[in-house]
């Protein structure tokens, strides 16, 4: 498994050197989306990630910091296809599904790309978007994702769908997890003990926080990697990452947009 860092950002005011959350994972010639904020699919194609090889893209929850590249990324795609001359790159006749928690937004996205008059949205692969709750939401063979709701939107009430959910993702025995945006830490626990990396965000939360929460409750990990900065880290990086080393050694790392990390 390769996974990219697409964007770090929490939904700040535009950064220097940083976009919103979305992360590419590379995985037997395929490519997984979790999340889409702006710019997602102009850094992933500069990075060398072949678009037309998306076999999923999943959306933890509809705030613009998560969603924002999502109409680019279908348009960049439909691009490429089009100007790709290489047959056993296309994405045509596939099915991609796009798993989001709320269908208004993706019925809105598809508003921004569509022609109404010519082709509609023109697409040459099928776009399946459903919704999805708690449980496996992804086995093609060869990702397994299971989806668990936080309270970042907080509770729904009664007969109402969650909203916000975080990941585990598997392959081939290894394992890395994606909080999403979470009120707590504890939200998604049950999704991180035993796995080989967790991505965690740090715009609700403080370093030092998270890294005790771990250590004290003697969670089997094997790095850290903070993402969705929040403003400590995107004012002091470097000190973050100390606060972070200090309770949990070297396993933890500050995520740069581009990052890549091998599973
Ligand atoms: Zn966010």
Known sequence: MRITCLGTCSGTEPMPGRHHVSIAV???GGVYWFDAGECCSHTAHNL???LLATRAIIISHTHIDHIG???NLIWTIRKLEGRTTDSARRIAGRTVPLLIPDLRTWEAAVGLIADPVAWGVGLDFHLTAR???DGVILDDGVLRVTAQHNLHLGDPGPDQPWRSFSFRIESAGRAMVFSGDVKDIRDFAPLISPCDVLFM???HHRVEDVCRYLADHE???GRLVFIHHGRAILADPEGEAAKARA?????VTIADDGMPFEL
């Open 26 to 28: 590379e995985e037997a």
């Open 131 to 133: 919704t999805y709750q």
């Open 69 to 71: 590249g999502l109409p």
């Open 48 to 50: 060398g990630i072949d």
């Open 219 to 221: 969670t089997e990990f």
């Open 201 to 203: 965000e740090t715009g």
């Open 247 to 251: 309770i949990l050694g070297d396993r």
